[in-house]
């Protein structure tokens, strides 16, 4: 019912950017929210970014890795989703997936259940 694509990853030095994109096609009426995760070389998959309707928890979420760096939105159709990465460090090299949910708890940045094939992000020091 949603499939995505992600794009924009690359080779960046520390220090520098890059933007990610995620094309959103859904087919549904259902209503979902979406995340970035990411998997670091020998790690698991960690959440990195969500966003979701105005609420009590708000509408961005970011692990605290990437809080004050890295940066989620989305277009208002939500068919296109963003991460913009500031200050990138070694640490942050990994696959970045972009993942969609049905919105329930979407802020635990878990549980996610439509996934894209990821981006390479590979940023050296």
């Known amino acids: 019912q949603v499939s995505l694509v992600e794009s924009g990853g690359g080779s960046v030095q520390a220090g520098g950017s890059l933007r990610l994109s995620c094309e959103a096609t859904v087919n549904s009426r259902q209503t979902y929210c979406f995340g970035w995760f990411r998997q670091t070389p020998g790690g698991e998959r960690e959440g990195v970014a969500g966003i979701g309707p105005e609420g009590k928890y708000g509408t961005t979420r970011y692990a605290p890795s990437v809080e004050g760096r890295f940066s989620i939105s989305q277009d208002n159709d939500k068919h296109r989703l963003y991460l913009q990465m500031d200050n990138l460090k070694p640490d942050d090299t990994g696959t970045y997936y972009c993942?969609?949910?049905?919105?329930?708890?979407?802020?635990?940045?878990?549980?996610?259940?439509?996934w894209g094939p990821g981006t390479q992000v590979t940023v050296s020091s």
């Open positions: 993942a969609a949910l049905d919105c329930y708890k979407w802020w635990l940045l878990r549980g996610y259940n439509y």
